[in-house]
T-cell receptor
Framework: GQNIDQPTEMTATEGAIVQINCTYQTSGFNGLFWYQQHAGEAPTFLSYNVLDGLEEKGRFSSFLSRSKGYSYLLLKELQMKDSASYLCAPGDSWGKLQFGAGTQVVVTP | GAVVSQHPSWVICKSGTSVKIECRSLDFQATTMFWYRQFPKQSLMLMATSNEGSKATYEQGVEKDKFLINHASLTLSTLTVTSAHPEDSSFYIC????????????FGSGTRLTVV
Protein backbone atom coordinates (compact mmCIF):
# COMPACT_ATOMS: atom_id res chain seq x y z
CA GLY A 1 0.00 0.00 0.00
CA GLN A 2 0.88 3.65 -0.04
CA ASN A 3 1.96 5.66 2.98
CA ILE A 4 2.83 9.32 2.62
CA ASP A 5 3.55 11.55 5.59
CA GLN A 6 3.99 15.30 5.66
CA PRO A 7 3.27 17.90 8.35
CA THR A 8 -0.25 19.28 8.48
CA GLU A 9 0.62 22.93 8.82
CA MET A 10 3.61 25.27 8.95
CA THR A 11 3.71 28.98 9.66
CA ALA A 12 6.49 31.37 8.68
CA THR A 13 6.99 35.08 8.12
CA GLU A 14 7.52 36.87 4.84
CA GLY A 15 11.08 36.59 3.62
CA ALA A 16 11.82 33.50 5.67
CA ILE A 17 12.64 29.95 4.58
CA VAL A 18 10.45 26.94 5.19
CA GLN A 19 11.26 23.27 4.60
CA ILE A 20 8.43 20.79 4.12
CA ASN A 21 9.45 17.20 4.73
CA CYS A 22 7.79 14.19 3.19
CA THR A 23 8.37 10.50 3.80
CA TYR A 24 6.80 7.86 1.65
CA GLN A 25 6.48 4.13 1.19
CA THR A 26 5.17 3.22 -2.23
CA SER A 27 5.41 0.53 -4.86
CA GLY A 28 6.62 1.07 -8.40
CA PHE A 29 8.29 4.35 -7.50
CA ASN A 30 9.38 6.47 -10.44
CA GLY A 31 9.88 9.91 -9.05
CA LEU A 32 8.58 12.37 -6.52
CA PHE A 33 6.41 15.34 -7.43
CA TRP A 34 5.56 18.46 -5.48
CA TYR A 35 2.46 20.47 -6.25
CA GLN A 36 1.08 23.73 -4.90
CA GLN A 37 -2.65 24.09 -4.39
CA HIS A 38 -4.49 27.25 -3.46
CA ALA A 39 -7.91 26.85 -1.86
CA GLY A 40 -10.59 26.02 -4.40
CA GLU A 41 -8.13 25.62 -7.26
CA ALA A 42 -6.45 22.74 -9.04
CA PRO A 43 -2.87 21.82 -8.12
CA THR A 44 -0.02 23.37 -10.05
CA PHE A 45 3.24 21.57 -10.69
CA LEU A 46 6.31 22.72 -8.77
CA SER A 47 9.00 20.08 -9.10
CA TYR A 48 9.93 16.55 -10.04
CA ASN A 49 12.82 14.49 -8.65
CA VAL A 50 13.71 11.08 -9.98
CA LEU A 51 17.38 10.94 -8.97
CA ASP A 52 18.83 11.53 -5.54
CA GLY A 53 19.88 15.05 -4.80
CA LEU A 54 18.72 18.61 -4.87
CA GLU A 55 16.88 20.30 -7.74
CA GLU A 56 16.76 24.07 -7.59
CA LYS A 57 14.17 26.17 -9.40
CA GLY A 58 14.30 29.78 -8.40
CA ARG A 59 12.89 30.26 -4.90
CA PHE A 60 11.79 26.63 -4.70
CA SER A 61 14.11 23.63 -4.34
CA SER A 62 13.32 19.97 -3.89
CA PHE A 63 15.43 17.15 -2.53
CA LEU A 64 15.08 13.40 -2.86
CA SER A 65 16.66 10.40 -1.18
CA ARG A 66 15.27 7.26 -2.76
CA SER A 67 16.96 4.91 -0.31
CA LYS A 68 15.40 6.72 2.64
CA GLY A 69 12.02 7.31 1.04
CA TYR A 70 12.41 10.97 1.87
CA SER A 71 11.94 14.26 0.12
CA TYR A 72 11.69 17.88 1.09
CA LEU A 73 10.50 21.06 -0.56
CA LEU A 74 12.37 24.22 0.37
CA LEU A 75 10.65 27.55 -0.06
CA LYS A 76 12.95 30.57 0.16
CA GLU A 77 12.22 34.29 0.41
CA LEU A 78 8.64 33.54 1.31
CA GLN A 79 5.96 35.78 -0.13
CA MET A 80 2.35 36.18 0.96
CA LYS A 81 1.20 34.50 -2.24
CA ASP A 82 3.06 31.35 -1.18
CA SER A 83 0.34 30.70 1.40
CA ALA A 84 -1.14 27.48 0.06
CA SER A 85 -1.23 23.74 0.50
CA TYR A 86 1.85 21.85 -0.72
CA LEU A 87 1.31 18.30 -1.84
CA CYS A 88 3.94 15.57 -1.88
CA ALA A 89 3.17 12.95 -4.52
CA PRO A 90 5.23 9.88 -5.36
CA GLY A 91 4.51 8.64 -8.86
CA ASP A 92 4.90 5.43 -10.78
CA SER A 93 6.20 4.95 -14.31
CA TRP A 94 2.71 5.36 -15.75
CA GLY A 95 2.09 8.76 -14.27
CA LYS A 96 -0.17 7.61 -11.48
CA LEU A 97 0.39 9.87 -8.49
CA GLN A 98 -0.55 9.21 -4.89
CA PHE A 99 -0.93 12.36 -2.86
CA GLY A 100 -0.11 13.07 0.73
CA ALA A 101 -2.60 14.99 2.82
CA GLY A 102 -0.77 18.22 2.06
CA THR A 103 1.01 20.78 4.20
CA GLN A 104 -0.78 24.07 4.69
CA VAL A 105 1.81 26.85 4.69
CA VAL A 106 0.71 30.10 6.27
CA VAL A 107 2.87 33.13 5.53
CA THR A 108 2.47 36.02 7.94
CA PRO A 109 3.55 39.65 7.43
CA GLY B 1 4.36 22.37 -21.18
CA ALA B 2 1.20 20.30 -21.51
CA VAL B 3 -2.17 22.03 -21.39
CA VAL B 4 -5.20 20.22 -19.99
CA SER B 5 -8.69 21.63 -20.25
CA GLN B 6 -11.56 20.48 -18.05
CA HIS B 7 -15.23 21.31 -18.46
CA PRO B 8 -17.48 22.32 -16.82
CA SER B 9 -15.85 24.27 -14.00
CA TRP B 10 -18.85 23.83 -11.80
CA VAL B 11 -22.20 22.08 -12.00
CA ILE B 12 -25.23 21.77 -9.79
CA CYS B 13 -27.51 18.83 -10.40
CA LYS B 14 -30.49 17.17 -8.81
CA SER B 15 -30.14 13.95 -6.90
CA GLY B 16 -30.61 10.96 -9.18
CA THR B 17 -29.41 12.62 -12.36
CA SER B 18 -26.14 12.03 -14.21
CA VAL B 19 -23.36 14.49 -14.86
CA LYS B 20 -20.61 14.28 -17.48
CA ILE B 21 -17.22 15.93 -17.01
CA GLU B 22 -14.78 16.31 -19.91
CA CYS B 23 -11.00 16.38 -19.80
CA ARG B 24 -9.06 17.35 -22.90
CA SER B 25 -5.37 17.48 -23.68
CA LEU B 26 -4.99 20.52 -25.91
CA ASP B 27 -1.47 20.36 -27.27
CA PHE B 28 -0.47 16.73 -26.89
CA GLN B 29 -1.86 13.23 -27.15
CA ALA B 30 -2.62 11.47 -23.91
CA THR B 31 -3.00 7.71 -23.99
CA THR B 32 -3.49 7.85 -20.25
CA MET B 33 -5.36 10.32 -18.11
CA PHE B 34 -6.16 10.21 -14.42
CA TRP B 35 -9.24 11.17 -12.47
CA TYR B 36 -9.05 12.42 -8.88
CA ARG B 37 -11.59 13.50 -6.33
CA GLN B 38 -11.04 15.92 -3.50
CA PHE B 39 -13.37 16.54 -0.58
CA PRO B 40 -13.07 19.82 1.37
CA LYS B 41 -9.87 20.13 3.37
CA GLN B 42 -8.70 16.71 2.20
CA SER B 43 -6.08 15.64 -0.30
CA LEU B 44 -6.62 14.36 -3.80
CA MET B 45 -7.68 10.75 -4.02
CA LEU B 46 -7.03 8.88 -7.23
CA MET B 47 -10.26 7.39 -8.56
CA ALA B 48 -9.20 5.75 -11.79
CA THR B 49 -6.76 5.57 -14.65
CA SER B 50 -8.33 6.27 -18.02
CA ASN B 51 -6.78 4.35 -20.89
CA GLU B 52 -7.41 5.32 -24.50
CA GLY B 53 -9.24 2.58 -26.36
CA SER B 54 -9.63 0.27 -23.38
CA LYS B 55 -11.36 -0.01 -20.04
CA ALA B 56 -10.44 2.25 -17.20
CA THR B 57 -8.64 0.91 -14.18
CA TYR B 58 -10.40 1.81 -10.95
CA GLU B 59 -8.84 2.22 -7.53
CA GLN B 60 -10.07 0.08 -4.70
CA GLY B 61 -13.39 1.27 -3.31
CA VAL B 62 -14.40 3.26 -6.40
CA GLU B 63 -17.60 1.97 -8.02
CA LYS B 64 -17.00 1.55 -11.73
CA ASP B 65 -20.72 1.43 -12.50
CA LYS B 66 -21.27 4.73 -10.77
CA PHE B 67 -18.28 6.57 -12.18
CA LEU B 68 -18.22 5.77 -15.88
CA ILE B 69 -15.02 6.65 -17.71
CA ASN B 70 -14.70 6.82 -21.47
CA HIS B 71 -11.45 7.57 -23.27
CA ALA B 72 -12.45 7.30 -26.89
CA SER B 73 -9.72 9.47 -28.37
CA LEU B 74 -6.15 10.46 -27.62
CA THR B 75 -7.24 13.90 -26.46
CA LEU B 76 -10.47 13.33 -24.58
CA SER B 77 -11.52 11.45 -21.48
CA THR B 78 -14.94 11.79 -19.87
CA LEU B 79 -16.13 10.97 -16.38
CA THR B 80 -19.86 10.46 -15.90
CA VAL B 81 -21.23 10.45 -12.38
CA THR B 82 -24.38 8.38 -12.66
CA SER B 83 -27.38 8.65 -10.35
CA ALA B 84 -25.62 11.34 -8.38
CA HIS B 85 -26.32 11.77 -4.67
CA PRO B 86 -25.37 14.55 -2.27
CA GLU B 87 -22.41 12.50 -0.98
CA ASP B 88 -20.95 12.65 -4.50
CA SER B 89 -20.59 16.41 -4.16
CA SER B 90 -16.88 17.03 -4.49
CA PHE B 91 -14.11 18.57 -6.56
CA TYR B 92 -13.25 16.31 -9.49
CA ILE B 93 -9.93 16.86 -11.25
CA CYS B 94 -8.26 15.16 -14.18
CA UNK B 95 -4.59 15.06 -15.03
CA UNK B 96 -2.50 14.06 -18.01
CA UNK B 97 1.00 14.49 -19.30
CA UNK B 98 3.53 13.38 -21.79
CA UNK B 99 5.46 11.49 -19.17
CA UNK B 100 7.42 12.31 -16.05
CA UNK B 101 9.56 15.30 -16.84
CA UNK B 102 10.39 18.75 -15.71
CA UNK B 103 6.84 19.68 -16.62
CA UNK B 104 5.23 17.03 -14.50
CA UNK B 105 1.68 16.01 -15.02
CA UNK B 106 -0.74 18.82 -15.63
CA PHE B 107 -4.09 19.08 -13.93
CA GLY B 108 -7.26 20.37 -15.43
CA SER B 109 -8.91 23.29 -13.67
CA GLY B 110 -11.27 20.94 -11.84
CA THR B 111 -15.04 20.59 -11.66
CA ARG B 112 -16.96 21.50 -8.55
CA LEU B 113 -19.98 19.19 -8.41
CA THR B 114 -22.86 19.96 -6.08
CA VAL B 115 -25.73 17.50 -5.88
CA VAL B 116 -28.90 18.87 -4.34
Amino acid sequence: GQNIDQPTEMTATEGAIVQINCTYQTSGFNGLFWYQQHAGEAPTFLSYNVLDGLEEKGRFSSFLSRSKGYSYLLLKELQMKDSASYLCAPGDSWGKLQFGAGTQVVVTP
Amino acid sequence: GAVVSQHPSWVICKSGTSVKIECRSLDFQATTMFWYRQFPKQSLMLMATSNEGSKATYEQGVEKDKFLINHASLTLSTLTVTSAHPEDSSFYICSAGEGPSDYGYTFGSGTRLTVV
